[in-house]
T-cell receptor
Framework: NAGVTQTPKFQVLKTGQSMTLQCAQD?????MYWYRQDPGMGLRLIYY???????DKGEVPNGYNVSRLNKREFSLRLESAAPSQTSVYFC??????????????FGPGTRLTVT | QKEVEQNSGPLSVPEGAIASLNCTYS??????FFWYRQYSGKSPELIMF????GDKEDGRFTAQLNKASQYVSLLIRDSQPSDSATYLC???????????FGIGTKLQVIP
């Protein structure tokens, strides 16, 4: 049982390049989330998916797109990376099987630098 | 905008002392509250959740909730250097199992 996995762990992009961050969970959770974490800003929600086939914007969605490919996988795409998107990105999941449905399990994070 | 506020710290306590971490929240509709611990360079992990007024104890950790004052706290008894981490407070924020996180308080336990 791997929990929540994310790839890649580290990435350096040049301004304007695109990339997709991958996330998968094996806990049969309905809900999945993408956060970014910046110093002094805490965890900010980019997008979330309450169930397979649905996605919604969070607090900071500009410059990002997401795909809930199936119940297990939730990807985050940067179409044209900007230096302001330099951050640590965390994927999380919650739902069935947790003690509290709001309890979130986090992946190990992706450290992205945009130059 | 629903907010969860924490002092970023650092909060320094000597080994063996009680560490007291505090958080306030703005949404009176929030029902569930969480404390996550995050070691440097790692992902957050849940250590406590509470949804009823009063105290909830788990080992050296006690979470306290006062809904009238919109205040949540975490007490860590007999603090150890291994407790040195950033502690994130979170509150549920309006359906679809969303939560709002505070910026986290950095705790340093001095040997």
């Amino acid at each position: 049982n791997a929990g929540v996995t994310q790839t890649p762990k580290f990435q350096v992009l040049k301004t304007g390049q695109s990339m997709t961050l991958q996330c998968a969970q094996d806990m049969n959770h309905n809900s999945m989330y993408w956060y970014r974490q910046d110093p002094g800003m805490g965890l900010r929600l980019i997008y979330y998916s309450a169930s397979e086939g649905t996605t919604d914007k969070g607090e900071v969605p500009n410059g990002y797109n997401v795909s809930r490919l199936n119940k297990r996988e939730f990807s985050l795409r940067l179409e044209s990376a900007a230096p302001s998107q330099t951050s640590v990105y965390f994927c999380a999941s919650s739902g069935i099987g947790t003690v509290n449905a709001y309890e979130q399990y986090f992946g190990p994070g992706t450290r992205l630098t945009v130059t | 905008q629903k907010e969860v506020e924490q002092n970023s710290g650092p909060l320094s306590v000597p080994e063996g002392a009680i560490a007291s971490l505090n958080c306030t929240y703005s949404d009176r509709g929030s029902q569930s509250f969480f404390w996550y611990r995050q070691y440097s360079g790692k992902s957050p992990e849940l250590i406590m959740f509470i949804y009823s007024n009063g105290d909830k104890e788990d080992g050296r950790f006690t979470a306290q909730l006062n809904k009238a004052s919109q205040y949540v706290s975490l007490l860590i008894r007999d603090s150890q250097p291994s407790d040195s981490a950033t502690y994130l407070c979170a509150a549920d924020s309006g359906g679809y199992q969303k939560v709002t996180f505070g910026i986290g308080t950095k705790l340093q336990v001095i040997p």
